[in-house]
T-cell receptor, first 113, second 114 residues
Framework: GDSVTQMEGPVTLSEEAFLTINCTYTATGYPSLFWYVQYPGEGLQLLLKATKADDKGSNKGFEATYRKETTSFHLEKGSVQVSDSAVYFCALSRTGGSYIPTFGRGTSLIVHP | NAGVTQTPKFQVLKTGQSMTLQCAQDMNHNSMYWYRQDPGMGLRLIYYSASEGTTDKGEVPNGYNVSRLNKREFSLRLESAAPSQTSVYFC?????????????FGDGTRLSIL
């Protein structure tokens, strides 16, 4: 079946550091890929998405590129802020399947001033 | 924009009590979902409703029941609460059959069972 694997956290960084959160997936066909962010006390919200190979999703300074050859969708940001502290979830959704998204377990990011 | 609204936000129950978690969406989505989130476990799907009039079990349905009241509302019921059901519960909605579209989540119900 489909699966999403994220790096375990927490990831702890200083403000203005470079961020990478790794995400790899297993799925048949051509899934759509998503990053969601969950701030403390809130629900998940879409951060960015990519729907086909080599697409780059971007939002709020975050980027991720859909790499079919490596089945990866790593999240990056050039300079993190304290306000980026949150839990980040990678997810996929596959056309022709059950349409139920598959989520990774989430990666907690803590940014110190 | 309300999006997905969950009530209540917090609840404390005693073992054996029952309660219903409410969820409503105003985005005209076909599909609605209930998840639970536990530390280190990520999100686990309890039940989902692909469209009005249908409901299906997810990964962890035991101890729960659901009702899709209409297109807007999807409730989750705990008939006899157990401490293992202490968790944060999230409702979500989306368009069914369109894998390019994301899910939209409520802010959760934090449930403690003593």
């Amino acid at each position: 079946g489909d699966s999403v694997t994220q790096m375990e956290g927490p990831v702890t960084l200083s403000e203005e550091a470079f961020l990478t959160i790794n995400c790899t997936y297993t799925a048949t066909g051509y899934p759509s890929l998503f990053w969601y962010v969950q701030y403390p006390g809130e629900g998940l919200q879409l951060l960015l998405k990519a729907t086909k190979a080599d697409d780059k999703g971007s939002n709020k300074g975050f980027e991720a590129t859909y790499r079919k050859e490596t089945t990866s969708f790593h999240l990056e940001k050039g300079s993190v802020q304290v306000s980026d502290s949150a839990v980040y979830f990678c997810a996929l959704s596959r056309t022709g399947g059950s349409y139920i998204p598959t989520f990774g377990r989430g990666t907690s990011l803590i940014v110190h001033p | 924009n309300a999006g997905v609204t969950q009530t209540p936000k917090f609840q404390v129950l005693k073992t054996g009590q029952s309660m219903t978690l409410q969820c409503a969406q105003d985005m005209n989505h076909n599909s609605m979902y209930w998840y639970r989130q536990d530390p280190g476990m990520g999100l686990r799907l309890i039940y989902y409703s692909a469209s009005e009039g249908t409901t299906d079990k997810g990964e962890v349905p035991n101890g729960y029941n659901v009702s899709r009241l209409n297109k807007r509302e999807f409730s989750l019921r705990l008939e006899s609460a157990a401490p293992s059901q202490t968790s944060v519960y999230f409702c979500a909605s989306s368009e069914w059959g369109n894998s390019n579209q994301p899910q939209h989540f409520g802010d959760g119900t934090r449930l403690s069972i003593l």
